[in-house]
């Protein structure tokens, strides 16, 4: 994706949040200069990969498969001594039509919200160790 319409898809966003009375943290609104300039109390941003996530995974169509993600909170598997976290907390905004690839996680815990009114649809499997013995482990 372009810079400029992960940009456009980042102010569309914060627009549609505030028209809902979504409050977002100031790092939300953060510029380039911004983070070039953040001190290092804001270590734990950086290293939990918090903030915009906008990914259209590889399809190369926004609109039909992609999301807008903004991560409030995050563990971190690499540095559990410093982040022992092992939830997410995240805004995820799925458009109209958009759809999702199937995903999943080792060891990470998700509480899964529908605010928005839409029909959101959900396929669980229940899956071992054995089922992913070729894949690595995350």
Not at 17 to 23: L, Q
Not at 86 to 106: C, F, I, N, S, T
């Amino acid at each position: 994706m372009k810079r400029s319409q992960i940009n456009k898809i980042i102010d569309e966003t914060i627009v549609y949040m505030e028209e809902r009375g979504f409050p977002l943290p100031p790092f939300a609104y953060w510029t380039r200069e911004d983070w070039e300039k953040a001190g290092d109390e804001y270590q734990e941003i950086i290293d939990n990969m918090l903030g915009w996530d906008i990914t259209d995974f590889g399809s190369g169509d926004f609109n039909k498969v992609g999301l807008s993600v903004f991560t409030f909170r995050n563990g971190n598997f690499h540095n559990k001594g410093k982040y022992p976290k092992p939830y997410a907390e995240k805004l995820l905004l799925v458009r109209d039509g958009q759809v999702l690839p199937y995903h999943y996680h080792w060891s990470k815990m998700e509480d899964i919200i529908n605010r928005g009114g839409g029909d959101l649809e959900i396929i669980l499997y229940n899956a071992s160790k054995e089922d992913f013995a070729d894949v690595e482990q995350q």
